[in-house]
């Protein structure tokens, strides 16, 4: 992975403090700790895109269908597949 230029990130005296003690606690570079932070939360942010891109996606499909489960339905088939069933959803209907 290419490197991007390095980040100047200013922090609060407080938070740089409370980073500086918690990077000493584990024995690591506050820089790795901020790292790992903002990979967490990309990573974070980038699967909350994609169930926002999915749900619209999906609210689209059924806006121009109108083909849907009820709640029952879904509730039904998650318990199936929480018992340990290897069982397929409900068909949409309208």
Known sequence: MARVPAINLELDAEIESRLLRLAEARRRSADALVREAVEQYVEREERRERLRHDALGTWTEYRATGLHVTGG??????????????VEPSPPHS
């Open 73 to 86: 339905e879904a509730d039904a088939w998650l318990s199936r597949l929480e018992a340990g069933e290897d």
